[in-house]
């Protein structure tokens, strides 16, 4: 079966410092990997995503990830953080089962709080 | 291209009510999963659509069932509303097919609220 475990429920850093949100994955498939995020009162938009391509992984608004399966881990990074950044951050994987189908599971979340 | 579009956004309902609550994919997209968001519970998968059947289906409850149009459209639907079914819940489309789907990229809607009193 397929998990994800996000390792830190809330992360706080000063903007213009970087950022380091972790996740590790369990899988007895070759995974692919996700990370959303998601805004106060809106739905989830993805920032990446991982599938079996490159293992550094860039995706939009500076953010990348890198998939590293010695340590079954899927880290999200980000050199400076800004303020529009504060948001919920979801990793997930997809959940290949025994049938082609598109179903993700949900890490629990990583609030990321951005000080001035 | 237009996003993903829920209706309603908000909804109160009491104990006991039914509740439909609808979506509609990205144009092109015949793949459309539910999720269920909660507190307590985080994101939890409900069921996913493609083609008009059901190809997959969270553990929940048979009171949660859903459905998809010939247009991709789908619905779904809680009958005998509990307090615990509050919660928001999220809409995504991919286009799903075949092999390719565990690796589709899902766009989601931005929910519907629903609060059950």
């Known amino acids: 079966a397929q998990s994800v475990t996000q390792l830190d429920s809330h992360v706080s850093v000063s903007e213009g410092t970087p950022v380091l949100l972790r996740c590790n994955y369990s899988s007895s498939y070759s995974p692919s990997l996700f990370w959303y995020v998601q805004h106060p009162n809106k739905g989830l938009q993805l920032l990446l995503k991982y599938t079996s391509a490159a293992t550094l992984v860039k995706g939009i608004n500076g953010f990348e990830a890198e998939f590293k399966k010695s340590e079954t881990s899927f880290h999200l990074t980000k050199p400076s953080a800004h303020m529009s950044d504060a948001a919920e951050y979801f990793c997930v994987v997809s959940d290949r089962g025994s049938s082609n189908t598109g179903k993700l599971i949900f890490g629990q979340g990583t609030t990321l709080q951005v000080k001035p | ?40 519970q985080g994101l939890q998968f409900l069921f ?8 997959n289906k969270g553990n929940f409850p048979g009171r949660f069932s859903g459905r998809q149009f010939s247009n991709s459209r789908s619905e779904m639907n809680v009958s005998t509303l509990e307090l615990g079914d509050s919660a928001l819940y999220l809409c995504a489309s991919s286009l799903g097919g075949g092999a390719s789907a565990p690796t589709d990229t899902q766009y989601f809607g931005p929910g519907t609220r629903l609060t059950v009193l």
């Open chain 2, 48 to 55: 996913e659509y493609f083609s008009e059947t059901q190809r």
């Open chain 2, 1 to 40: 291209k237009a996003g993903v579009t829920q209706t309603p956004r908000y909804l109160i309902k009491t104990r006991g009510q039914q509740v439909t609550l609808s979506c509609s994919p990205i144009s092109g997209h015949r793949s459309v999963s539910w999720y269920q968001q909660t507190p307590g």
